[in-house]
């Protein structure tokens, strides 16, 4: 900082005692006062910056701190379809519904937990979802197009948790 005492000086016509330069010393006192306000704006800005991101970053972890959970009981969800594709066509009616009905409540828990399903059916193939296993010729569908699902795929939130694994349409020989 600079001082009164620091501003330029100027001798007297008598060459006594010097004169300050009041109208330099206000203006070093203004660009000072200036450079300081600019300074304070400044670290107001990067302490809202900071609060914010922080903040995003609180959101976003309790938002999916779940994330490693969920991807474990995907599993139990297949194996849950499993066991019902498994079963024979006649008979074990009251064991199909038992596991089609535990199946329907897992698929609730995600929901209300933001955990849903990838679009397959009828899509285009779109490598941020999907992961395409194999390519099949498909006398309708256009090449890119997914003609089958393998594995279902899943996102939390807007997060992909698992992709869907899909066989795709491509072009005839």
């Not at 330069?21 to 203006?27: D, G, K, P, S």
């Amino acid at each position: 900082m600079t001082d009164v005492n620091d501003a330029p000086e100027t001798q007297d016509a008598a060459g006594g005692e010097p004169e300050i330069n009041l109208a330099e010393a206000l203006l070093a006192k203004d660009q000072e006062i200036a450079d300081l306000k600019d300074r304070l704006l400044r670290a107001a800005a990067e302490t809202e910056n900071t609060r914010r991101r922080l903040e995003r970053e609180k959101a976003d972890t309790a938002a999916y701190a779940m994330t490693g959970f969920a991807r474990d009981l995907l599993a139990v969800a297949d194996n849950l379809q499993r066991a019902v594709a498994a079963l024979p066509a006649e008979g074990f009616d009251n064991v199909r519904a038992g596991i089609e009905a535990t199946g329907r409540e897992l698929l609730a828990i995600f929901g209300r937990n933001g955990i849903s399903r990838v679009e397959t059916a009828g899509q285009r193939l779109d490598p941020n979802r999907h992961q395409a296993m194999l390519e099949v010729e498909h006398e309708t569908l256009e090449p890119g197009h997914i003609v089958d699902e393998l594995q279902a795929g899943y996102v939390i939130k807007d997060r992909l948790l698992r992709p869907a694994l899909v066989s795709v349409a491509k072009a005839k020989a």
